[in-house]
């Protein structure tokens, strides 16, 4: 009898998972900053230069401060950083992070991460894009970088010296129809964005969409909602080429939700996996405007932002009845080196040819550096001197729930993977937590067409297979095993 107990003691410790899985606190604090431009400024995410004059939407930051405690023990931390810009471009991060040097006593600036929600209506955050006015007409993109990252540095700062003690959690997910894949393929074996299914010749969508809204909803000590985070699979887009600084449609969507449940709620807009995919469709479109107009001129911005607050309400309905106080928040930084895809040498003549044709034409310097890129690419891959690419990547557990953020465009497919094989029950992916350049399947790049062509992809299917596999090996760290098995029943 005594060995079976002792047996069953032993058992019991190596089942248990680490005390502070069991017992961590929550301390929060939450705050949100306009970064819109007070100035006319170039507007990223289009091969054209475009200048915004005046602003159609405010654009904004929302920042959430997360810290685990056991007692006065700090176990784990997280600032979190949505913005409404097309990507979080090199530099960025590292200007905030030097700007928070001294400025939030306690804080691993390494548990820091920004992503963006790709609104194609925000400035230009990377000099040298674009040939610019350079008459002082407009606030270059190096200023308006400098200030972003001062304004976003001191939003941190506060949200931090705000967080409290009592914070609470709950999660849950609906379903709303946002993401529509954006690619069409032919009988000749191609495929080609936003193309027109109204041929002869097309034969299909290229991929699958996902139309999961996972949602998280933090509270105050007074039970207060001061924060949600909204994991859309699908990038800001509906705008897209418009001239006018626009928020696309996370404004509405803020709007609503803040009119119904108080203008404290801050709101972080995560981009899940859908570099293929927009809320544009891709046929149908004519009974979508029949039956917007019947229901009295329903914009399409409108529509959107009514599912995604529809489905945040459902979703809301559920998770009340589960909000816990007392939970498991781990937070995983790791730098990952992807290997760059890989140059042929008939895309190399093809984009020098390109690059040749566009070199002295300023309004085609996009398109020319789009070219030229993959063109010096190859002379690095074939000196040998080309390093792989390094991805900062963050994978969080935040009770039941597994996060995890990536640099890119990232494919839909990528995602589902993901979210197959994750350990939690309920999955975040946040996309463009960095430039942002596409990330295609196989099936694309054999499909080619903008997307999936190397122009527009740094990291190739076999670095998207490296990303999913390092995600979710980060992950299961964060859950023991026995843990893990429990969830998945």
Known sequence: MLRFVLLTLALLSVLAPPSHLNAATLHLGAATTDI??????????????????????????????????????????????????????DGVLRQVREKLLDRAPGFDLQKLFLSATHTHTAPVTTSGKYVLPEDGSIMPPSDYTAWITTRLADTIVEAWTKRAPGGKVAWGQSHAVIAQNRRPFYADGKAVM???????????????????????????????????????????????????????????????????????LHVLAW??????????????SAADERMRKLRGNVSRLDQIAQRIVTAWEEALDGARHDIRSDLPFLHHVKTIDLPYRKVTILERAQAMTEAALYKDVPAQHWNFLWNQKVVDRFDAQKAGTQKPYPMELHALRLGDCAIATNDFELYTDFGIQMKARSPGIQTFIIQLAGPGTYLPTERAVKHGGYGAVIQSSQIGPDGGQILFEETVQAWKQLWPAAKTATLKK
């Open 194 to 264: 936003y193309g027109n299914p109204d041929s002869a010749n097309f034969r299909g969508i290229e991929g699958y969409e996902d139309h999961s809204l996972d949602v998280l909803y933090f509270w105050n000590a007074q039970d207060q909602m001061i924060a949600t985070a909204i994991n859309v699979p699908c990038p800001s887009q509906e705008v897209g080429g418009g001239k006018s600084i626009h928020a696309d449609f996370w404004h509405p969507v803020r709007n609503r939700l803040r009119e119904k449940h108080g203008q404290q």
């Open 36 to 89: 819109t431009p007070d100035q006319p400024v170039a507007l990223d995410g289009q091969r054209g230069v475009r200048i915004s004059q005046t602003p159609a939407t405010p654009i904004q930051a929302s920042v959430l401060a997360i810290e685990s405690r056991e007692g006065d023990q700090v176990i784990d931390q997280a600032v979190i950083v949505s913005c409404d810009l097309v990507a979080i471009r």
């Open 271 to 284: 981009t899940g996996a859908g570099g293929d995919v927009t809320s544009k469709q891709a046929f149908g």
